[in-house]
């Protein structure tokens, strides 16, 4: 793709007081099928260049400024390093939006922990086609499908807090934790049939708060984002994804979103990049609408 002459973040990283704030986490380390999610944030911001800064809808984005702080490592194990990525992001004033890009999803312990310092009382609606709150899952307990598990216990968010949607691949202990901690799901299936009364039952559960989106990738059905660690058939299209965050945080208040799971050397002419960096601009333009 010819770049030539653009900017990333679709022109926006230009001028002063930011309003959004960009951080990498380029981390796979949990990862446990394939990795390659670590490449991600240096593409997806390569090919943000190629974006207009102008929503779906012909919101123009040219009122918010975008600052990207780089890269923040943990290391080389999240177990060990997750508090180093926090403690940069929970710095970030709380006036500005922050956006994450993963990185394998356990990047959201950094970022969750990092949110609730920001945002004393968060909310989460964890987008995702796994719950990942085993306690321990393929190995570990700190890898990929513990990352939920263990993002409510370093950040101290209570998981009747959280809303999870998407969910299609379940671990049984998963949905014992679910219905014993008060977590709304909402799975793919239930979405799919119904989105907007899903988008409803979201929106209820999480009116009047402030919300963290952390969207996994491998919501989306792989036809529309092969490019993951986990495809999983029968997921949401990009389409749908779209019109589920509109709908669901209509009545709260958005105050970050991380995307993960995107996994660069698995990618289809860079399908999934592209289905990230459209969520990244859209979530942009709702929070614009709502200052």
């Known amino acids: ?11 926006l990283s230009d001028g ?8 990498g986490i380029a981390y796979d380390g949990s990862a446990v099928y394939r990795k390659g999610a ?6 997806i911001r390569q090919l943000s260049a190629a974006m207009p800064p102008v929503t779906e809808e012909g919101v123009l984005l040219t ?4 600052e990207d702080v780089g890269d923040l490592s943990p290391g080389e194990d999240i177990e060990t390093g ?7 992001l929970a710095a970030i004033p709380p006036d500005r939006f922050l956006t994450v890009v993963g990185g394998d999803h356990c990047t959201a312990i950094a970022t969750l922990s990092a949110q609730v310092r920001r945002h004393p009382g968060l909310h989460v609606l964890w987008v995702d086609a796994h719950p990942d709150l085993c306690d321990f899952s393929r190995g570990g307990h700190w890898t990929c499908g513990c990352a939920l598990r263990r993002a409510l216990e370093t950040s101290g968010i209570d998981p009747s807090r959280v809303v999870i949607a998407g969910g299609r691949d379940f671990d049984p202990e998963e949905l014992d934790f679910i219905r014993a901690n008060g977590v709304l799901m909402l799975s793919t299936a239930e979405i799919a049939r119904d989105l907007d009364g899903s988008a409803r039952k979201i929106a209820g559960r999480l009116k009047g708060a402030k919300v963290h989106v952390s969207f996994d990738i491998d919501v989306l059905d792989p036809a529309f984002a092969p490019g993951t660690e986990i495809p999983s058939a029968g997921g949401l299209s990009t389409r749908q994804a779209l019109e589920l965050l509109r709908k669901s945080t209509a009545d709260s208040t958005l105050v970050g979103f991380d995307v993960v799971e995107v996994s660069p050397p698995f990618d289809s002419a860079d399908i999934t990049t592209l289905a990230a960096l459209k969520l990244i601009f859209e979530v942009w333009g709702l929070v614009l609408g709502k200052r």
């Open 1 to 11: 793709m010819n770049l030539d002459g653009l900017r990333p973040w679709g022109g």
């Open 63 to 66: 009122g918010l400024r975008v």
């Open 16 to 23: 002063e007081s930011p309003a959004v704030v960009v951080a």
């Open 38 to 43: 670590a490449l991600a944030p240096q593409r």
């Open 82 to 88: 997750w508090m180093r990525p926090m403690e940069r």
